[in-house]
């Protein structure tokens, strides 16, 4: 069965940092540019950072332009998200999305 498979969050104090991994499973995620998104409770879907199959263009929302990166290796059919300088208003269940696929998200809270 293809499928998306997120992890890597957890609480994190303010100013801290995670790194988030969606691993593919079933298809070859490698075909696809990959999107992050992420709902916070109560809120709608943010769409918060994408990359291309190759790796080489990526883009960011300007909630976490300069304290996010997305990267892939393709090799490990894998994408990340790492963050930085967490807030809390980055508190949200973070997804990733390839070819119409979506995983069960992961969860990240930023709290003291």
């Known amino acids: 069965e293809a499928q998306l498979v997120e992890s890597g969050g957890g609480l994190v104090q303010p100013g801290g940092s995670l790194t988030l991994s969606c691993a593919a499973s079933?298809?070859?995620?490698?075909?696809?540019?990959v999107t992050w998104v992420r709902q916070a409770p109560g809120k709608g879907l943010e769409r918060v950072s994408g990359?291309?199959?190759?790796?080489?263009?990526?883009w960011y929302s300007g909630s976490v332009k300069g304290r996010f990166t997305t990267s892939r290796d393709n090799a490990k059919n894998t994408v990340y998200l790492q963050m930085n300088s967490l807030q809390p208003e980055d508190t949200a269940m973070y997804y990733c999305?390839?070819?119409?696929?979506r995983g069960q998200g992961t969860q990240v809270t930023v709290s003291s």
């Open positions: 079933g298809f070859t995620l490698s075909t696809y540019g």
């Open positions: 999305s390839a070819d119409a696929k």
């Open positions: 990359i291309d199959s190759g790796g080489t263009s990526t």
